[in-house]
């Protein structure tokens, strides 16, 4: 199975139409990759799909980058 870093990029780079090597753990969703609050939910939803776990709106609202959201999801992920 794929490590967590890995999911997630695939899963960034596909929503954003991007290549993975762009969705590092520095990149900044908004500044970066140019993410609004729509990109933000549909990435939350495709993450609690991906882990199969929930992500409150409140802790989505304070993913600023992909490390945040890689510390996350090692933090409350059971499929690592």
Do not use: C, Y
Request: charged share 20%; proline share 1%.
């Amino acid at each position: 199975m794929k490590d967590i870093a890995t999911r997630v990029q695939a899963l960034v780079a596909a929503h954003f139409g991007i290549e993975q090597a762009r969705v590092t753990p520095q990149a900044a969703l908004v500044a970066d990759l140019g993410a609004n609050s729509l990109d933000v939910v549909e990435i939350t939803m495709g993450l609690e799909q991906e882990f199969d776990l929930a992500i409150s709106d409140a802790v989505a609202e304070e993913f600023q980058t992909i490390g945040d959201i890689e510390a996350f999801l090692h933090r409350h992920s059971s499929t690592q």
